[in-house]
């Protein structure tokens, strides 16, 4: 059974950077596309970052260019987010997800749809 298992996250002053990490197991397929996606209180879930595993093509939303990274450990299946220059606006519920179907468009994976599985979820606090 396919399952994601996150660690990192918590709470951290405006500035601040954090780590968050993502193991998957029981995949059959080794070309997933795997994301961080974050969902602040109130508001729907949002498309992050996210990374191919083969290959490596890597995709931002605009509000975290430049200030985090994601990166990928193709023997361990596992991705990170490396978090900087952290602001008040990011702190959300941070998931985990991946999903080895073939993309049908160029937004494919912005949609949470279109994600097979996902973590527990980590929370992430910036104050100021």
């Known amino acids: 059974q396919a399952r994601l298992v996150e660690s990192g996250g918590g709470l951290v002053q405006a500035g601040g950077s954090l780590r968050l990490s993502c193991a998957a197991s029981g995949y059959t397929s080794t070309n997933l596309y795997m994301a961080w996606f974050r969902q602040p209180p109130g508001k729907e879930r949002e498309f992050v970052a996210g990374?191919?595993?083969?290959?490596?093509?890597?995709s931002y939303t605009d509000s975290v260019k430049g200030r985090f990274t994601v990166s990928r450990d193709n023997a361990a299946n596992k991705i990170d987010l490396e978090m900087n220059g952290l602001q008040i606006e990011d702190t959300a519920a941070y998931y985990c997800?991946?999903?080895?179907?073939?993309?049908?468009?160029?937004?494919?994976?912005?949609?949470?749809?279109?994600?097979?599985?996902w973590g527990q979820g980590t929370q992430v606090t910036v104050s100021s």
């Open positions: 990374i191919r595993l083969i290959g490596g093509s890597i």
């Open positions: 997800a991946a999903t080895a179907r073939v993309p049908n468009g160029r937004d494919y994976y912005l949609s949470p749809l279109n994600y097979d599985t």
